[in-house]
């Protein structure tokens, strides 16, 4: 049995499933996530509690039985209380500024590179740190990443855009020089 997949789900108050053949809805107090199911795995509703279960042994579906339980979970996680990345600017002249719907990035080159930002993501700007929020963890992941990838940090100043805790790994330079 998946170690994942055997754990129940807790439903927090305000947050009800639907469960119909082809998908599964969450909604909660931040909004509403659907998710299609994958053949052979069953989600129920017992009370306060979502159980996933499998219908045989064989490989494929038992890959698949940890992964519809987590991604179910993260489902009740993100309508419930959402989930955040927080991302840092380091560098001299590295700046952020929200303009509308969008992020207007000073990174070093010769423009400013403008970042649109999905509908259903939130991003917050406080000084040179970037708070990305949202209900649905996959978004909320991939955006930070492509943030992250307009200017990745480099090893000899650490200048770039890192996750907030992220620890880079600096090298010294050229070696006739000693830091």
Known sequence: MS???????????????TVDPENITV??????LVQFTMPDITVKQDGDQ???????D????????????????????????????????NGVGYRVAPAGTNLKLNLGFSHDVIY???????????????????????????VAAEIRALKKPEPYKGKGIK???????????????DK
Do not use: C, W
């Open 163 to 177: 996750y907030v805790g992220e620890r880079i790994i600096r090298k010294s330079g050229k070696s006739g020089k």
């Open 58 to 89: 064989e490989p494929v579906t038992r890959s698949k039985h940890g992964l519809m339980r987590s991604l179910v979970d993260n489902m009740v996680v993100g309508v419930s209380s959402g989930f955040s990345k927080q991302l840092e600017l």
């Open 3 to 17: 170690r994942i997949g055997k754990q129940p789900i807790t439903l927090p108050t305000g947050v009800t499933v």
């Open 27 to 32: 909604t909660g107090p931040k909004g509403s």
């Open 50 to 56: 979502l159980l996933v279960t499998r219908a045989n």
């Open 116 to 142: 649109k930002i999905p509908d259903d993501v939130g991003a917050l700007v406080e000084q040179n740190i970037i708070t990305i929020t949202g209900i649905n963890k996959q978004q909320v992941g991939q």
